[in-house]
């Protein structure tokens, strides 16, 4: 079974520059969670979709974070214009669960590692 | 709001040795899961086990328990007969089961395996 998979594993810019990540997740799985981990700490949930549905985005950056999952399958994640803050790894991951009682095991990509200058 | 603390930054272990990362979390939720990932340096992040906030009995994997303290919102993860391929960041996490299945991580833990 193929996995989560994450595009570019790394990116270089520079501050006020903007950046893409491509995520497809595991075929069938209905949710798609994005998440930002800054060195040294854990991940913080960004956007969290459900098929094609936003869920949660409470702590999306709007101004400058946007995020799709066109057909409910593939997603990206944008950054527009980068702050040196935005340095991180981004994680992709998804769940087959829907609905209140799924397990809810999160598989995750191998992430896109993020550096403003 | 639900919130997971992981007060070990670090810790090291012997080979072969046993090792037990500490969780507690805050929730007013009565269902939920509690979960503990594994992130090998330069790896992607992989499922170690899982409890049900239902259940009394505390899930084992193989070398892999924990302690779940419902009343006392604990969830520790005990390693058995350490191995080097241990080494790695665990990080504690929570779902509510809500309609969308909304995971919160703790700060991790860093784990070193000592030959």
């Known amino acids: 079974e193929a996995g989560v998979a994450q595009s570019p594993r790394y990116k270089i810019i520079e501050k006020r520059q903007s950046v893409a990540f491509w995520c497809n997740p595991i075929?069938?799985?209905?949710?798609l969670y994005w998440y930002q981990q800054i060195l040294g700490q854990g991940p913080k949930l960004l956007i969290q979709?459900?098929?094609?549905?936003?869920v949660d985005d409470s702590q999306l950056p709007k101004d400058r974070f946007s995020a799709e999952r066109l057909k409910g399958v593939d997603s990206t994640l944008k950054i527009q214009p980068a702050k040196l803050e935005d340095s991180a790894v981004y994680l992709c991951?998804?769940?087959?669960?829907?609905?209140?009682w799924g397990t809810g095991e999160l598989f995750f990509g191998e992430g896109s590692r993020l550096t403003v200058l | 709001a639900q919130t997971v603390t992981q007060s070990q930054p670090e810790m090291s272990v012997q080979e072969a040795e046993t090792v037990t990362l500490s969780c507690t979390y805050d929730t007013s939720e009565n269902n939920y899961y509690l979960f503990w990932y594994k992130q090998p340096p330069s790896r992607q992040m992989i499922l170690v086990i899982r409890q049900e906030a239902y259940k009394q009995q505390n899930a084992t994997e193989n070398r892999f328990s924990v302690n779940f303290q419902k009343a006392a919102k604990s969830f520790s993860l005990k390693i058995s007969d350490s191995q080097l391929g241990d080494t790695a960041m665990y990080f504690c996490?929570?779902?509510?089961?809500?309609?969308?299945?909304?995971?919160?991580f703790g700060t991790g833990t860093s784990l070193t395996v000592i030959p």
């Open positions: 996490a929570f779902m509510k089961q809500h309609t969308g299945n909304q995971f919160y």
């Open positions: 979709f459900q098929n094609n549905g936003v």
């Open positions: 075929s069938g799985h209905a949710t």
């Open positions: 991951a998804s769940s087959l669960a829907s609905g209140s």
